[in-house]
């Protein structure tokens, strides 16, 4: 899997617009983004996957330039329980041969009031 | 309903024994995984497996075991070779090599504490 670097923390205030970028200069042509959230004491979660352009959901848009080495993740209005550890993971798991899914080491969001 | 199971929850061993970690899904995943995450810090990947019968080593695999014998199960073994075994343990799947992307499902993982 392709490695990522992203920020070690971010603070914001309710109803603010988060983004949270991540860096993959190494991704493969095959290589699919996918973003988690996890809470204290559980499981990541599955927030939103892309390859190219945007992607929206019902919770959280990815945006993915051109050239793919990297992409942000867009939080919009958040509250107090969007406060989690956001991981970004690049890869494929439709490839044979033992892929991996790796987690760096993720990104802090503190939202306050 | 579907999902990943583990179980216990919570598990206290005694320095030196060995200790098995359940993990179960009904997702019809080909792929599983564990993960090891301490206080603080990010997932560490220490065995997967893409199929029955077959499972690869993560980064940190050293004083643990695997076996997958059937698709729903992959259970772990922490061995009292590992020399610091207290830690946040999580087990998830994905459909595997059917699909493209990284999309993977978590249990609510088992706190290990070795006393």
């Known amino acids: 899997l392709a490695k990522t670097t992203q920020p070690i923390s971010m603070d914001s205030y309710e109803g603010q617009e988060v983004n949270i970028t991540c860096s993959h200069n190494?991704?493969?042509?095959?290589?699919?983004i996918t973003w988690y959230q996890q809470f204290p004491s559980q499981g990541p979660r599955f927030i939103i996957q892309g390859y190219k352009t945007k992607v929206t959901n019902e919770v959280a848009s990815l945006f993915i330039p051109a050239d793919r080495k990297s992409s942000t993740l867009s939080l919009p209005r958040v509250s107090l329980s969007d406060t989690a550890v956001y991981y970004c993971?690049?890869?494929?798991?439709?490839?044979?041969?033992?892929?991996?899914?790796?987690f760096g080491t993720g990104t802090q969001l503190k939202v306050e009031l | 309903d579907g999902g990943i199971t583990q179980s216990p929850k919570y598990l206290f061993r005694k320095e030196g024994q060995n200790v098995t970690l359940s993990c179960e899904q009904n997702?019809?995943?080909?792929?599983m995984y564990w993960y090891r995450q301490d206080p603080g810090q990010g997932l560490r990947l220490i065995y997967y497996s893409q199929i029955v019968n077959d499972f690869q080593k993560g980064d940190i695999a050293e004083g643990y075991s695997v076996s997958r014998e059937k698709k729903e199960s992959f259970p772990l073994t922490v061995t009292s070779a590992q020399k610091n075994p207290t830690a946040f343990y999580l087990c998830?799947?994905?459909?595997?090599?059917?699909?493209?992307?990284?999309?993977?499902?978590f249990g609510q993982g088992t706190r290990l504490t070795v006393v």
């Open positions: 190494n991704i493969a042509t095959n290589d699919y």
């Open positions: 993971l690049v890869g494929t798991t439709s490839t044979g041969g033992g892929n991996k899914l790796t």
């Open positions: 998830a799947s994905s459909i595997g090599p059917r699909r493209s992307g990284t999309e993977a499902f």
């Open positions: 997702l019809n995943h080909d792929a």
